[in-house]
């Protein structure tokens, strides 16, 4: 697996940031948290992963853009390419000492996401893909599972959280599917969300209201393991729209039937 001078920059800043967010994870109850709305935390941990990241990355390629979650913006000389940042996805988890939470790093060329990020420092496990190159999971080659019936599907979500998002259609579309899969989820870190499609373990997933930072490297890691990832309109742009659903052909085709009903109703 032969992986580009540019995806091993930023595996490199992934390992950084992440050894930092590891050691924070390990105080998690000192650290000091605040709140950016509700239910929406935001702690020494993220500000920390972040100015490592954009540090980084800035250090291997000065001229590139950079947008992270927490306010790190930075305008590049090259207006071709941009990294879009999450430090800590999975902020809840983190501050609940739940160990699934990761660093998401997806690079933009030109409105196109070609590389893409994954790392959860907690158990090590790197998630990386490159447009055209296929996606991995530290040297393993991955690919979406191959099922094709709803009924045995194990599918993933991502609920409105308190004070964000349409409740009602969140829980109408909750109970259409969870009458129609094998088993529904609810992780709480959409990087890990799309990863875990990438790798077999689930799918599908669908999630509204996500930013940039949330899904554009989970997108090429879905693609580039054989997955269709699209907006909840069947759109090829989600980091546009927010909205997300992704699986093999057949259950995102499915499931995305399944909550254009559930919409209906
Ligand atoms: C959150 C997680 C969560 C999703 C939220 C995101 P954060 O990211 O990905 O699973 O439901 O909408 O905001 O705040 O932990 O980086
Ligand atoms: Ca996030
Ligand atoms: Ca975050």
């Excluded at 913006?73 to 090259?78: A, K, L, N, Q, V």
């Excluded at 809840?92 to 060329?109: C, E, K």
């Excluded at 964000?164 to 909750?174: H, T, V, Y």
Aim: aromatic content about 6%.
């Amino acid at each position: 697996m032969l992986r580009s001078a540019l995806l091993n920059v930023m595996i490199k800043a992934a390992h950084k940031a992440g050894r930092a967010l590891k050691r924070d994870f390990g105080e998690v109850e000192h650290l000091q948290v605040s709140l950016k709305g509700p239910a929406n935390f935001v702690c020494a941990a993220d500000r920390r992963a972040e100015e490592i990241l954009c540090q980084e990355l800035a250090r291997a390629r000065p001229g590139y853009g950079f947008v992270g979650e927490e306010g790190g913006r930075r305008e590049g000389t090259d207006k071709t390419h941009t990294f879009i940042v999450d430090p800590l996805d999975g902020t809840s988890n983190f501050l609940h000492g739940i160990p699934h939470f990761a660093i998401s790093i997806a690079l933009d060329r030109e409105g196109t996401i070609v590389a893409g990020v994954v790392y959860n420092p907690a158990n090590d496990e790197l998630y990386t893909a490159e447009r055209g190159k296929g996606a991995f999971l530290n040297d393993q080659r991955l690919r979406v599972a191959a099922r094709k019936r709803l009924a045995d599907a194990v599918v993933t979500c991502g609920l409105p959280h308190l004070g964000r998002g349409d409740l009602a259609l969140g829980l109408k579309e909750l109970a259409c599917v969870q009458g129609k899969v094998a088993g529904l989820r609810r992780f709480g870190a959409a990087s890990l969300d799309l990863a875990w499609v990438a790798a077999g373990r689930f799918d599908a997933y669908w999630e509204r209201n996500l930013s940039p930072w949330d899904i554009a490297a989970g997108l090429i890691l879905v693609r580039e393991a054989g997955g269709y990832v699209t907006d909840l309109d069947g759109g090829e742009n989600p980091v546009a729209t927010g909205d997300v659903i992704a699986g093999n052909e057949t259950i995102h085709r499915e499931l995305l039937r399944l909550l254009q009903e559930a919409g209906k109703t």
